[in-house]
T-cell receptor, first 108, second 113 residues
Framework: KNEVEQSPQNLTAQEGEFITINCSYS?????LHWLQQHPGGGIVSLFM?????KKHGRLIATINIQEKHSSLHITASHPRDSAVYIC??????????WGAGTKLIIKP | NAGVTQTPKFQVLKTGQSMTLQCAQD?????MYWYRQDPGMGLRLIYY???????DKGEVPNGYNVSRLNKREFSLRLESAAPSQTSVYFC????????????FGPGTRLTVT
């Protein structure tokens, strides 16, 4: 079993829909990262959080440390949000353990 | 600031050939990383350098060597390329080993035939 599980693996939605991507992990962590990988391959860090909730524009990330679960939400989704979203957790050695990613397609 | 740069962007090698992937960052970061990304899998850490002068193995170090040339540069060498090393390679850096964001280079797409 992978230490970081993301769901769904693939998600297709219509423009404007509210999107939720989930991340569950089984190890003790110091922080959790959400990253975005564009179709061209570049990887960009979206959030790093260790508790509660963070918001940036239309993106919201939450984490529940007790349940070992995090969610990434996108409000008013747009085709330019189409990308692979990756969850990664930082273990006690400050190394990142990566999820396999969720491929999101937003149709106009 | 250019951030994290990688060269080359694409490379095709024959089995047994060697090559070095170059990575440089201009953010004065102390820690640098090499990952590989294969279809359907998360990024896997090959080697990292927590600070200038140190390097350590990651999850999948076999077949690779690294050099932390100075604070800015961290290179990855394939001594004898194998088809199993066909992958996309990402270099990343962050301020320190710890709760800091990682910044990624654009990637190198390597094919070994």
């Amino acid at each position: 079993k992978n230490e970081v599980e993301q769901s769904p693996q693939n998600l297709t939605a219509q423009e404007g829909e509210f999107i939720t991507i989930n991340c569950s992990y089984s190890v003790g962590i110091s922080a959790l990262h959400w990253l975005q990988q564009h179709p061209g391959g570049g990887i960009v860090s979206l959030f790093m959080l260790s508790s509660g909730k963070k918001k940036h524009g239309r993106l919201i990330a939450t984490i529940n440390i007790q349940e070992k679960h995090s969610s990434l939400h996108i409000t008013a989704s747009h085709p330019r949000d189409s990308a692979v979203y990756i969850c990664a957790v930082m273990d006690s050695n400050y190394q990142l353990i990566w999820g396999a990613g969720t491929k999101l397609i937003i149709k106009p | 600031n250019a951030g994290v740069t990688q060269t080359p962007k694409f490379q095709v090698l024959k089995t047994g050939q060697s090559m070095t992937l170059q990575c440089a960052q201009d953010m004065n970061h102390n820690s640098m990383y090499w990952y590989r990304q294969d279809p359907g899998m998360g990024l896997r850490l090959i080697y990292y350098s927590a600070s200038e002068g140190t390097t350590d193995k990651g999850e999948v170090p076999n077949g690779y060597n690294v050099s932390r040339l100075n604070k800015r540069e961290f290179s990855l060498r394939l001594e004898s390329a194998a088809p199993s090393q066909t992958s996309v390679y990402f270099c990343a850096s962050r301020w320190f080993q710890g709760d800091y964001e990682q910044y990624f280079g654009p990637g190198t797409r390597l094919t070994v035939t």
